[in-house]
């Protein structure tokens, strides 16, 4: 057939492969099909884009609907608080303050108390700029899935904000940094020691992250709980002072075990034009980067000695911010996270511009 098109714009168009009515070219530009008796054409390529038959949009059209009506069914996250001791008292009073004291910890999960998921929890402590209400709204949008027989949980910082204090700061401040983050640990531990009778031990507890939350959840995993969880995934992260030297006299850290080296996975993720965390600009991969800097840190202690598996993963392109996960940015983040998780290629997640790093 050959086109009769009467909107100019479409005449001018170069197609490649086959001719087409106007009736058959879709509302979408570069979405044209055709076939000829019954064997089908390729559907054309238009302004240089790939071109998508009516069958494939259709299924993409169906699976979109398909994901709106899940968000709109999928129960709200359940909202549990968690006291802490009375008997704590902050070693550190400067912002970002403690909002309340007594401190109560408000934690949002993907399961009822009494019904989390028997492979796994996923416990996720959010960024400098990001709270546990964002992740709601994440989650309510459709924009985060679970695998089946996992839960998730988003820990919500009880300080005014943030978990500590900017890292632009600590450099000039390391014992406001210090005193923060020991802080952060002694009041998380605590959360983890209530989330870990639901999960079914420390053993099902994978500690996650972004940004200020992966630094947190890095150094929880390998030094701040004396049980081994089954893992850490940090996204965005880079190794705090008391995970490049494990405080012996705090009362607050324990150095990671044999055991513990040889049983717990660790894993990290960031992008590649990510300079957050580094005082001359450097990218995760360079030699003053973040991730020579936690190899270099956890091989010290133990990890990453004489196993095979990757533990470092890159999005090409991918800031500190564009990362993600977050509710601008979207959710695609946690596909890498449970591709890790469940033991399956963090590469191969749907995410696209994924490589492995192995230094």
């Known amino acids: 057939c050959s086109p009769r098109l009467h909107n100019a714009s479409f005449a001018a168009l170069p197609v490649l492969g086959v001719h087409c009515t106007a009736a058959q070219v879709s509302r979408e530009m570069g979405k044209c099909g055709s076939k000829v008796g019954s064997v089908t054409v390729p559907a054309p390529v238009l302004l240089g884009q790939q071109a998508i038959s009516p069958e494939e ?138 989330l870990q009778k639901q999960a079914g031990g420390y053993s099902k507890l994978w500690l996650c992250g972004r940004s ?66 580094t005082e001359n600009q450097e990218h995760p991969e360079d030699s003053s980067g973040t991730f020579p800097l936690l190899k270099k840190t956890l091989t010290k202690l133990g990890f990453f000695s004489g196993d095979r598996e990757c533990h470092f993963w890159i999005k090409s392109g991918a800031t500190h911010t564009s990362i993600g996960p977050s509710q601008s940015i979207g959710g695609e983040a946690f596909k890498v996270l449970f591709a890790f998780i469940q033991g399956q290629d963090p590469t191969e997640a749907g995410v696209k511009g994924v490589r492995a790093w192995s230094g």
Not at 231 to 238: P, S, Y
């Open 57 to 194: 949009h259709q299924r993409k059209s169906d699976s979109s609907k398909s994901a709106v009506t899940a968000a709109a069914t999928r129960p709200d996250l359940v909202d549990l608080r968690y006291p802490i001791p009375d008997s704590f008292r902050p070693s550190n009073n400067e912002e970002p303050q403690l909002s309340n004291t007594p401190v109560t910890v408000q934690v949002l999960s993907s399961s009822k108390e009494n019904n989390f998921g028997t492979k796994g929890t996923v416990v996720f402590l959010h960024g400098a700029g990001g709270t546990a209400q964002e992740y709601r709204e994440l989650w309510n949008s459709g924009g985060i899935d679970v695998p089946s027989g996992f839960t998730i949980v988003f820990v919500q910082t009880p300080r005014t904000s943030k978990w500590m204090i900017p890292s632009s700061n600590w450099a000039a401040k390391p014992d406001t940094l210090v005193g923060q983050v020991d802080d952060d640990v002694v009041i998380l531990k605590h959360v983890l020691y209530e």
């Open 212 to 277: 200020q939350g992966a630094c947190l959840s890095a150094l929880l995993a390998v030094a701040g709980v004396g049980k081994t969880v089954a893992g850490a995934f940090c996204i965005a992260a880079t190794a705090l002072p008391q995970l490049k030297t494990i405080p012996s006299d705090s009362g607050i850290y324990t150095p990671p075990s044999q055991a513990k080296v040889a049983a717990m996975r660790l894993g990290f993720y960031s992008g590649s034009n990510d300079t957050y965390f």
